[in-house]
């Protein structure tokens, strides 16, 4: 019986391997190229592309794709996300086709603009409070709160600091960023995979959502069509309003590189401003690439809040659109500060 096993096992083995193995991968031997050495570019220049033929195969066509967008031997890349990319080349030959792939770095061909911020206004802020998302709504602050046994969801008065309405989430979810849409709030736990929803008025939960591909929860806003969702990489996820489902994604890059631990996300005419975790600067972020066009330093901000043993860094960034300023503050910070942003 056991011999039997043995040559079961044996054949199925044999089975998988022949079965990897056959699926035309390597039939024509076809080389995708392209003209950069390191397969990196700016996305001001132009790409080229060259298929290697060493079996000199009979080639009738050949369909090149990049972001599943049909793309030319050479072509512009303005018009492409940044980060790393995937182009394929679909090569029609002897009555069959094969995809050839080959990995890109798109990089932005612009250096970030420095902005600087001019402070408006103080107002008090629960200093107990670990604030991971924040955002407006008619005029009302909305904000999210993390630490295992410290959760919560709040209403607040944000002269005056008071909370309006308060709920707390379960001991063993730490809490993350929140957006609000259609009358709802959608807020984001940690680790667990899993994000709830709540009706704005009454604050009562009515519905949850798992997460797809990103693994972890980090931050979220919406541009009232969709909602975009952090997971600590540099991974910006847009998500479907009514299923939460994530569609697609893009990846933050400046002309240097990826940015990565984007974390809590505000939507500000037409671009991303995103805390980047344990850092007090904000990146300014284009949507439609992910170019990483500005960036904003609060660190001396910190040096206004009460200092203590507890002491974290900046994150929580709002827009209201009824002052037309921007409120930010920190983790377990006692100001909430109102300002200007302003572009050098």
Same mark, same amino acid.
């Given at each position: 019986?056991?011999i039997?096993k043995?040559?079961?096992?044996?054949?199925l083995?044999?089975?998988l391997?022949?079965?990897?193995?056959?699926?035309?991968?390597n039939?024509?031997g076809?080389?995708? #190229?392209?003209n950069?050495?390191?397969?990196?570019?700016?996305n001001?220049?132009?790409?080229?592309?060259?298929?290697?033929n060493?079996?000199n195969?009979?080639i009738?066509?050949?369909?090149?794709k990049?972001?599943?967008?049909?793309?030319?031997?050479s072509?512009?890349?303005?018009?492409f996300?940044?980060g790393k990319?995937t182009?394929?080349a679909?090569?029609?030959f002897?009555n069959?086709?094969q995809?050839?792939?080959?990995?890109?770095?798109i990089?932005?061909?612009?250096?970030?603009?420095?902005?600087?911020?001019?402070?408006?206004?103080?107002?008090?802020?629960?200093?107990?409070?670990?604030?991971?998302?924040?955002e407006?709504?008619?005029?009302?602050?909305?904000?999210s709160?993390?630490?295992?046994?410290?959760s919560?969801?709040?209403?607040?008065?944000?002269?005056?600091?008071?909370?309006?309405?308060?709920?707390?989430?379960?001991?063993?979810?730490f809490?993350?960023?929140?957006?609000?849409?259609?009358?709802?709030?959608?807020?984001?736990?940690?680790?667990?995979?899993?994000?709830?929803?709540y009706?704005?008025?009454?604050?009562?939960?009515t519905?949850?959502?798992?997460?797809? #591909?990103?693994?972890?929860?980090?931050?979220?806003?919406?541009?009232?069509n969709?909602?975009?969702?952090?997971?600590?990489?540099?991974?910006?996820?847009?998500?479907?309003p009514?299923?939460?489902?994530?569609?697609?994604?893009?990846?933050?890059?400046?002309?240097k590189?990826?940015?990565?631990?984007?974390?809590?996300?505000?939507w500000?005419?037409?671009?991303?401003?995103?805390?980047?975790?344990?850092?007090?600067?904000?990146?300014?972020?284009?949507?439609?690439?992910?170019?990483?066009i500005?960036?904003?330093?609060?660190?001396?901000?910190?040096?206004l809040?009460?200092q203590?043993?507890?002491?974290?860094?900046?994150?929580?960034?709002?827009?209201?659109?009824?002052?037309?300023?921007?409120?930010?503050t920190?983790?377990?910070?006692?100001?909430?500060?109102?300002?200007?942003?302003?572009?050098?």
């Amino acid at each position: 019986m056991d011999i039997f096993k043995h040559l079961i096992i044996i054949f199925l083995s044999t089975l998988l391997i022949a079965c990897g193995t056959n699926n035309g991968k390597n039939k024509g031997g076809f080389i995708l #190229k392209t003209n950069s050495k390191n397969n990196t570019f700016s996305n001001n220049e132009h790409l080229a592309l060259s298929l290697e033929n060493p079996k000199n195969q009979t080639i009738d066509s050949i369909v090149f794709k990049l972001d599943n967008k049909k793309i030319g031997e050479s072509s512009s890349l303005i018009d492409f996300k940044l980060g790393k990319q995937t182009i394929e080349a679909v090569v029609y030959f002897n009555n069959e086709h094969q995809s050839v792939f080959q990995n890109i770095i798109i990089l932005n061909n612009e250096i970030p603009k420095i902005f600087t911020y001019k402070l408006i206004n103080e107002y008090p802020h629960d200093i107990t409070s670990y604030t991971q998302g924040l955002e407006f709504y008619n005029d009302t602050l909305y904000e999210s709160t993390g630490q295992y046994k410290e959760s919560k969801l709040r209403k607040v008065d944000y002269k005056t600091g008071s909370i309006l309405k308060n709920i707390n989430l379960a001991d063993d979810y730490f809490g993350e960023g929140l957006t609000i849409l259609n009358n709802k709030i959608y807020q984001l736990t940690w680790q667990k995979g899993i994000g709830f929803i709540y009706d704005i008025n009454s604050f009562e939960k009515t519905n949850s959502f798992k997460y797809g #591909k990103s693994k972890e929860g980090w931050g979220l806003c919406n541009d009232s069509n969709v909602i975009y969702k952090s997971d600590g990489s540099e991974d910006i996820w847009i998500l479907n309003p009514e299923t939460l489902i994530e569609q697609e994604y893009f990846q933050v890059y400046t002309n240097k590189g990826p940015i990565k631990e984007i974390n809590e996300l505000e939507w500000i005419n037409g671009k991303i401003y995103a805390n980047r975790y344990q850092k007090d600067g904000v990146a300014i972020i284009n949507p439609k690439n992910g170019a990483v066009i500005g960036v904003i330093d609060f660190s001396p901000l910190k040096k206004l809040v009460k200092q203590h043993q507890g002491l974290d860094v900046l994150n929580g960034i709002a827009y209201n659109p009824k002052t037309k300023t921007v409120f930010v503050t920190g983790k377990r910070w006692d100001k909430l500060f109102e300002i200007e942003i302003i572009e050098n």
